[in-house]
């Protein structure tokens, strides 16, 4: 392909920010975009005709009809602007020739998120800041707790996971990870344990696994009983990593101090919505965010500048990598 030429791709989904840096970043590399706010689905797939790739979000499940009629329109290569694969059957996209790939962007968005959440919950920020919008300004009235003095359990060690512990690292504590396929980085030791033994030791749990069927409901009834008194949960992967209604039990007898939560089981068509004059379907959102110890925010964690200009670049690097090998090859 000669660079007169231009390459057609169909972003979709793409929210002001996102539209803006496509706007921004295409025409450098030579490509001409077809921008849309909706996410792909079945009825606006006519906008992909012409365009061997196309740029989707991550917020809205695509169904084996829309990836149907994205073959039927010429897609070869969807590039999903996220690490997680979870809202597409990437193995049935394979099997009627569609090739799906992640993007990789700054893990320090969501490890500084993380931390955050952490601290959040170690101090009970949520209910200080509720008395003191209140106007009571008396000192809360549980004590606080320092992450030096804490074991923190970090399940899944990708670029992530790796990031939440280095930083880990400046505050001191005691840190146990799990790993399903571990890779050691040098100059990180760290005590790698099997997931039984790191939720009986942990003072609090931090999640950075993808969901997959293996890892849906990870901690589940049995292995949130298995959580120490007075443990604290942040999760900022992915919501059904937990089992919901088990955990809100947990929280609400005081067994459980509390929870910090960037996602949660069922957030598709909540999060990134304005919902304040509609109802909301989801009973353990509605008690999650009833309950003090509980930090609720809406899968937010990645959204920095850094992360949303990596997200838009190698989502065009990697269609304009797959349009290079498939035309050279």
Request: hydrophobic share 35%; net charge negative.
């Amino acid at each position: 392909m000669t660079h007169s030429e231009s390459t057609r791709i169909t972003m979709y989904g793409c929210g002001p920010d996102e539209a803006v840096l496509f706007r921004e970043l295409a025409p450098g590399l030579g490509v001409q975009p077809t921008i849309t706010d909706a996410p792909v689905s079945e009825d606006n797939t006519e906008l992909a005709v012409g365009s061997r790739c196309i740029s989707v979000g991550h917020k809205t499940p695509i169904t084996h009809a829309t990836l149907g009629a994205l073959g039927r329109a010429g897609v070869g290569y969807i590039s999903t602007r996220s690490i997680g694969y979870d809202h597409i059957d990437v193995e049935y996209a394979a099997s009627i020739g569609i090739v799906v790939e992640n993007v990789s962007y700054s893990p320090d968005s969501v490890a500084d998120y993380t931390l955050m959440l952490m601290l959040m919950a170690v101090r009970d920020a949520k209910s200080i800041v509720r008395r003191t919008d209140m106007h009571d300004y008396r000192p809360s009235d549980a004590r606080g707790k320092e992450l030096r003095d804490l074991t923190v359990g970090v399940i899944g060690t990708g670029r992530i996971g790796a990031a939440v512990m280095d930083r880990l690292r400046g505050f001191g504590c005691r840190v146990l990870a799990h790993d399903s396929s571990p890779v050691d980085r040098p100059g990180n030791p760290v005590e790698r344990v099997p997931l039984d033994e790191l939720l009986r030791r942990s003072d609090l749990v931090t999640l950075h696994v993808p969901l997959t069927a293996q890892t849906h409901h990870l901690l589940n009834r049995q292995r949130l009983a298995q959580l120490k008194n007075g443990a604290l949960i942040v999760n900022t992967a992915r919501g059904a990593l937990i089992d919901t209604e088990a955990l809100v039990r947990q929280l609400e007898s005081g067994r459980l101090s509390g929870a910090a939560l960037d996602v949660i089981e069922g957030e598709e068509g909540i999060f990134y919505a304005d919902c304040r004059d509609r109802p909301i379907e989801s009973k353990g959102l509605l008690r999650l965010q009833e309950l003090p110890n509980a930090v609720i925010s809406p899968h937010t964690a990645y959204y920095t500048d850094r992360a949303l200009r990596d997200t838009v670049e190698n989502s065009l690097a990697n269609c304009l990598t797959f349009e290079s090998r498939n035309h050279h090859g």
